[in-house]
Nanobody, 113 residues
Framework: QVQLVESGGGLVQPGGSLRLSCAVSRRIFGIYVMGWYRQAPGKQRELVGTITPIGRTNYADSVKGRFTISRDNAKNTVYLQMDSLKPEDTAVYYC???????WGQGTQVTVSS
């Protein structure tokens, strides 16, 4: 099973910032690549970005330069720092191991005036 708990979502104005957290079970953290995903209503879930166990990151073009993924090994937590938020960033955000299919509840991010 995948044990991942997302938090930190909320309502933010365009241009604002938000930081999401993903608490990861110790049996997973440090072993697998971690990914952040998002799904807007009526849209397919998409990969936002990934971070490897050694901290290498990759991002979708839509968020590159605005979002930053990091990890705190001491806290078993992966973060998604979101800056310069746009209305099109509105979605439910999830963390997961790429290729796995056990999804949590995610956390809602709404960007609106």
């Amino acid at each position: 099973q995948v044990q991942l708990v997302e938090s930190g979502g909320g309502l933010v104005q365009p241009g604002g910032s938000l930081r999401l957290s993903c608490a990861v079970s110790r049996r997973i953290f440090g072993i697998y690549v971690m990914g952040w995903y998002r799904q807007a209503p009526g849209k397919q879930r998409e990969l936002v970005g990934t971070i490897t166990p050694i901290g290498r990151t990759n991002y979708a073009d839509s968020v590159k330069g605005r979002f930053t993924i990091s990890r705190d090994n001491a806290k078993n937590t992966v973060y998604l720092q979101m800056d310069s938020l746009k209305p099109e960033d509105t979605a439910v955000y999830y963390c997961n191991v790429p290729g796995w299919t056990n999804w949590g509840q995610g956390t809602q991010v709404t960007v609106s005036s």
